[in-house]
């Protein structure tokens, strides 16, 4: 069964630092998407992505945030200057269509110290 | 008006019962309402989804009950099992947010043996 996979699924990093994220999509999905889920709390929408521009960003997704699809199977989260608010698990997802099933990753768990 | 609440926040019910979580919204837009199935480190993975068109669906011990003029619906799961314990959420999105789906804040269930 076709899966979206997302590396490293653990990244601790200093305050200040920049972190990029990774996922591979499933290879036929048009729409990618993050959300980001703070421990204990529900799963917020940072950003869209299709046809290579952003499509939709939510207002968590600031100038610190950027993402990427760098080729024809990554796409890439970067957070330039960690701050430890940062810290929370990063989802991935990615939907043949705005409106079909959105496919999630495992995650990666960010730490920011 | 993009928010979804969703309660109850935790839920514990006895094997073969019956568990009911809710979620409201207020957004008219909102054209398609997923749940969604969480297990602890794991992403979420969808459970089962409704549009508007109908009030009700159902997969197997899984029942979607839509309410359109209350703005309300809810997931009820039939003979509840150990193994359905996990976090539920519900989510809504529509057509034109780019896929983009707004997540209620979870229910933890548990389902004692």
């Known amino acids: 069964e076709p899966e979206v996979t997302q590396t490293p699924s653990h990244q601790v990093t200093q305050m200040g630092q920049e972190v990029i994220l990774r996922c591979v999509p499933i290879?036929?999905?048009?729409?990618f998407y993050w959300y980001r889920q703070i421990l204990g709390q529900k799963v917020e929408f940072l950003v869209s992505?299709?046809?290579?521009?952003?499509?939709?960003k939510s207002e968590i997704f600031d100038d610190q945030f950027s993402v990427e699809r760098p080729d024809g199977s990554n796409f890439t989260l970067k957070i330039r200057s960690t701050k430890l608010e940062d810290s929370a698990m990063y989802f991935c997802a990615s939907s043949k269509g705005k409106w079909t099933e959105a496919f999630f990753g495992q995650g990666t768990r960010l730490t920011v110290v | 008006q993009q928010q979804v609440k969703q309660s109850p926040q935790s839920l514990i019910v006895q094997k073969g019962g019956i568990s009911i979580i809710n979620c409201a919204y207020e957004?008219?837009?909102?054209?398609?309402f997923p749940w969604y199935q969480q297990f602890p480190g794991k992403g979420p993975a969808l459970l089962i989804a409704i549009r508007p068109d109908v009030s009700e669906k159902k997969e197997g011990r899984f029942t979607i009950s839509f309410n359109k003029s209350a703005k309300q619906f809810s997931l009820h799961i039939m003979d509840s099992q150990p193994g359905d314990s996990a976090t539920y959420f519900c989510?809504?999105?529509?057509?034109?947010?780019?896929?983009?789906?707004?997540f209620g804040q979870g229910t933890e269930l548990s389902v004692k043996p």
């Open positions: 989510a809504a999105t529509d057509y034109n947010q780019g896929g983009k789906l707004i």
């Open positions: 992505f299709y046809n290579n521009e952003i499509s939709e």
């Open positions: 957004n008219t837009a909102f054209d398609y």
């Open positions: 290879s036929n999905h048009l729409y």
